[in-house]
């Protein structure tokens, strides 16, 4: 089964997300909701308008006959969910759906939109006709906005009471203005009738022989809306209260996750070594994760396991160094016993001191090893700046110098290129180049060099006729003091055994590598040395 890199800043991201998006969510849900409701309900008073402004314009009068108007209303009891008024040329009032309804009280109700069906009115339970507003959930949450319209919020003017055209003998509203003038209408007031509402006014006029003879005025108030709203928002309040209870529980998870691996890990990375920096183990905990502590946790482990590699090769080389210098230090110590011996002989007496001078040499050109050896492990170079090497023309340098140590040696060069130019310390090709050309004059006759420069790498190689690298000599050539070579090759103590892992060492820090194999076009011997150009960059 394929796993998914889910990044811990892409986990935060979402579960973030998902936070902020449930409140906005839900804001955007409530205003939809209100607008969709609001304009249902003024398409609803414009029709029911309608249907009066029609049955009114059937009679031949040119004004509104009062009589029929109010029969017409008193038949329509309980079919219509608004306040309808019928109104006059002047703005006069003509009949009014609440005075002639039969039941005046449940008419007032259903007019101020507090019941939109008489007949349902008795339906409605007890949990109904307790506000959702008064419940807890609801007054939790909207605490916030309470505060703010209470202390922070500008004051409004005070609302009016109840209908706007109470206590008014001539309509003039600006609906009304618009009706009368053959138009439509719509105006939306706030009152406060006890509780804070919005009332729809829609004006249709009435026209008889194409002439506005009346206006149909009707409202109706979004208190039922309101109540819905409430109800909403109490519902929705309590699915963002169970949400919010998982949100925590998603945070709480991710804070486990997040947390307790950084904690376990600083206590591994705290107790993987102790005082004196002996490492303990190098296997961190959470390697198996697709995110950035699994990408911690490795990099931990690669660097612990580099380290711990690090360390014992400076414990190897140290225990080298003292191998390869107790020999010579043996030799020498002995040689200066012996000269104080008064039984030599002149002739003995400078044989020995000979002796002393050929142990000094060799262990100064075994510390000239070892200390290049750490020079380029260190990273350390002879010159500060990267200048560009020109490679042809060291080789041939290198080449005629080490023809005068073997002069029976052919040495051909060959490159593609009639000069090449590396940006790489002067001091590392000068070792890689003597250092190889110099194994390849000791062990043969007939010597290739060349030298390859590509697009992407550097290829520096050396053969030779000689017998060769065995298979289990090739997986050791590389090692610090080994040597093929016989004693009697070893008598100038100019082959410490340090040069190929010298090279390897700079094929190393040059993030490259140096490979044995066997040169097919001598037969012997061959040493390819190839680095990256990038590294040479650096």
């Known amino acids: ?242 949400s919010l209870i998982v949100v925590v529980l998603i945070a709480v998870f991710l804070a486990f996750r997040i947390s307790y691996p950084l904690r376990k890990l600083a206590r591994q990375a705290s107790d993987c070594a102790d005082k004196k920096g002996r490492i303990f183990f190098t296997d961190f905990t959470g390697k198996k994760r697709h995110d950035e502590i699994g990408e911690l946790s490795r990099s931990f482990t690669s660097l612990i396991g580099r380290l711990n590699r690090r360390i014992k090769f400076s414990q190897a080389f140290s225990s080298d160094i003292a191998h390869e210098f107790k020999n010579p ?65 060291c080789t041939n340098h290198i080449i005629d110098r080490l023809k005068k140590k073997y002069p029976a040696v052919n040495v051909k060069f060959e490159s593609n290129k009639d000069e090449i130019n590396l940006p790489l310390p002067q001091d590392y090709f000068d070792r890689v180049a003597e250092n190889l050309i110099d194994n390849a004059m000791s062990f043969g006759t007939d010597v290739l060099v060349s030298s390859v420069l590509e697009k992407d790498f550097f290829c520096f190689s050396v053969e030779d006729n000689g017998k060769g690298v065995s298979g289990e000599a090739a997986a050791k050539i590389f090692e610090r003091f080994y040597s093929e070579r016989a004693e009697s090759q070893n008598s100038d103590f100019s082959h410490t055994g340090l040069g190929l892992s010298i090279v390897k060492a700079i094929a190393d820090s040059l993030e490259g590598e140096v490979l044995v194999s066997e040169s097919a076009k001598l037969g012997g011997a061959k040493f390819s040395f190839s680095i990256p150009l990038r590294s040479t960059r650096k």
Do not use: W
Request: hydrophobic letters at 40%; a negative charge.
């Open 1 to 242: 089964m394929k796993k998914f890199n889910l990044s811990i800043s892409l986990q935060i991201s979402i579960f973030l997300i998902i936070v902020a998006f449930i409140p906005v969510a839900i804001t955007m849900a409530l205003k939809t909701y209100e607008k969709q409701q609001l304009a249902m309900m003024e398409s609803s008073n414009v029709q029911q308008g309608r249907l009066v402004s029609a049955a009114l314009a059937t009679d031949n009068d040119e004004s509104i006959n009062k009589d029929f108007a109010a029969a017409f209303l008193k038949n329509m009891n309980g079919r219509f969910d608004s306040r309808i008024r019928v109104l006059d040329g002047n703005g006069m009032l003509v009949a009014d759906s609440s005075a002639v309804s039969e039941n005046d009280e449940t008419a007032d109700e259903a007019a101020s939109g507090a019941v939109s069906n008489p007949e349902r009115y008795e339906a409605k339970t007890e949990e109904t006709l307790k506000p959702a507003n008064q419940s807890f959930v609801y007054r939790l949450f909207s605490f916030p906005i309470r505060v703010y319209r209470r202390y922070f919020k500008a004051p409004a003017m005070p609302y009016e009471s109840a209908d706007f055209y109470t206590g008014k003998s001539v309509f003039d509203g600006e609906e009304v203005k618009a009706a009368l003038d053959g138009k439509y209408g719509a105006v939306t007031r706030i009152s406060s009738g006890g509780q804070v509402s919005v009332t729809l006014y829609s004006a249709i006029p009435v026209i008889k022989n194409e002439k506005v003879c009346g206006v149909v005025l009707v409202n109706r108030s979004t208190y039922k809306i309101l109540q819905n709203l409430y109800e909403l928002r109490l519902d929705l309040g309590k699915i963002f209260l169970r």
């Open 329 to 393: 230090l043996t030799a020498i110590r002995t040689s200066a016993e012996l000269l104080g011996s008064s039984s030599l002989s002149e002739t003995e007496k400078t044989e020995l001191a000979s002796a002393i001078v050929d142990e000094v040499s060799h262990l100064q050109t075994l510390l000239n090893g070892v200390r290049n050896i750490s020079k380029i492990d260190a990273g350390v170079t002879d010159g500060d700046e990267l200048a560009p090497v020109p490679v042809n023309s």
